[in-house]
């Protein structure tokens, strides 16, 4: 199941992720032109500087570097260099060059010119270039250069600010996302508390409690809900008529074939049939009203009452036997699940203990994450695990020395499911014999079974 919170997430972060990513890749063109546009205009400014420099001292080309007082002229190698061409062709360079000269990629021409080419001493140069007349009509080359590192520590040193800036920003960009999700999804989440919750007490939800987008499905949703009330009461009504309508028959034809029986005649197979029809029919309305009462029960029960009734009667039953009855009972322990089918359950499960056991019978009810686990068990010779799985179903019986119909155990776990719980058979630690633990919630959900 795809979850609409996932999807909107997953939806945003892309959204934002690839703004992002547009931005950034304009952002980062943007810095790259604006820092080359300050790089270059530092240049020309240099380049300013020289020609100024020469035209004072054009007579005497040597004294240029006496005029331009940068120290990084003066160190070898530095990366910030300057060089002028005179015009019988000698080439004064500035001491950072250490005997080089440099080489522009193109002729000089009355426009300054810019060009990239390679450092003396490795990497890339960015530099000017431009013929100059001075006032005696000689014409000049005058060449500035600076290596590239400045300008592209620079923009590494901005792209990271701007990286650690983005990342922040996206961290508050992702928690406002996850934030508006859940503000947009919490009618949702509302409206499904408030469909287990008014189900089980009979009310009608009201659109008008909901924002106009989500106020057509409560609507429906309302309408869904009324007509399941209706369609469970009325089943309901039906399994009950017809529990009313059979058990008058049987009760006539067992009559009858008891009387045929008093009069000497063999009806035993005829007596036992009825019975296992009676037991078959008897489960299938078990059924029935377990699903409607899943459906239509109004709350959790506690455990504690079922348990002393039972413990009470069986006690009883078990001390005409010789046997012990042990109970643990758990005093606010509560299961969802209509009180006379957790008599049903419990009641089927002590009777086959009572069937089977030695001289123990134990019944217990503890509590579990979600739920609740009632447990019968005994100290008789157990199920093979192998037989488990068949002993749930119906009509199925290991022994037929002992009388019965073989679905108790088929009737509990149809009962069971109904509520959303389950039937384990086990062997018990404690007793020896078999272990019957039934997991029941400690809440439903709007349909079982």
């Known amino acids: 199941m795809r979850s609409l919170r996932h999807r909107t997430l997953i939806n945003a972060v892309a959204a934002a992720a690839l703004s992002v990513a547009v931005v950034s890749i304009a952002l980062f063109a943007y810095i790259d032109a604006v820092t080359l546009k300050r790089f270059d205009r530092v ?21 240029l570097e006496k005029g331009l007082i940068d120290p990084a002229y003066q ?70 250069a600076e290596t590239l590192t400045s300008l592209l520590a ?6 990271k600010s ?39 007490r009979g009310a009608r939800l009201d659109p008008n409690d909901y924002p106009s987008e989500v106020a057509p499905l409560v609507s429906d949703i309302d309408v869904l809900l009324a007509r399941n009330r209706e369609t469970v009461a009325r089943a309901r009504r039906q399994a009950s008529d017809l529990a009313h309508a059979l058990k008058t028959p049987a009760a006539i034809v067992r009559n009858e074939l008891v009387t ?11 007596l036992e049939a009825l019975g296992r029809l009676d037991a078959q029919l008897r489960r299938s309305l078990a059924r029935m009203s377990a699903i409607h009462s899943a459906e ?14 039972l413990s009470r009667l069986f006690g009883a039953m078990c001390a005409r036997q010789g046997k012990t009855l042990e109970v643990a009972n758990a005093p606010d322990l509560q299961v ?19 069937k089977w056991g030695r001289t123990t019978i134990r019944l217990s009810a503890i509590s579990e994450p979600g739920g609740a686990v009632l447990c019968v068990e005994d100290d008789g010779a157990g199920i093979p695990e192998a037989e488990r799985a068949r002993v749930l179903e119906s009509g199925a019986r290991l022994d037929v020395s002992v009388a019965g119909t073989g679905l108790g155990l088929a009737i509990v776990s149809d009962l069971v499911s109904a509520y959303g719980g389950r039937l384990e058979l086990s062997t018990s630690v404690r007793l020896g014999g078999l272990i019957a633990a039934v997991h029941l919630p400690h809440h439903a959900g709007l349909l079982a079974g």
Do not use: C
């Not at 060009?115 to 014409?139: A, C, D, F, H, Y």
């Open 296 to 309: 239509g029960v109004g709350g959790p029960i506690h455990v504690a009452p079922t348990l002393d009734r």
């Open 162 to 200: 701007l990286l650690i800036a983005f990342g922040i920003v996206a961290a508050f960009g992702l928690l406002s996302a996850w934030l508006q999700v859940a503000v947009v999804l919490r009618p949702l989440g509302r409206l499904r508390e408030e469909v287990a919750t008014r189900w089980d």
């Open 336 to 354: 969802w699940m209509d009180r006379q089918d957790l008599e049903e359950v419990l009641g089927n499960l002590l009777d086959n203990a009572l």
């Open 75 to 144: 160190r070898p190698y530095s990366g910030r260099y300057w060089q002028v061409k005179a015009p019988d062709g000698t080439v004064y360079t500035s001491p950072s060059l250490f005997g080089a000269t440099l080489v522009a990629p193109m002729p000089p021409t009355d426009r300054l010119g810019r060009w990239t080419g390679p450092s003396p001493n490795g990497g890339q140069l960015r530099g000017m270039q431009q013929r100059i007349t001075l006032g005696n009509g000689s014409v000049w080359t005058v060449t500035v």
């Open 154 to 159: 620079e923009r590494y040193e901005t792209r």
């Open 260 to 270: 045929l029986q008093e009069h000497g005649r063999d009806v035993g197979p005829a």
């Open 43 to 63: 240049l020309e400014d240099r380049h300013t500087q020289l020609v100024v420099v020469l035209s004072d001292d054009a007579q005497d080309p040597a004294a």
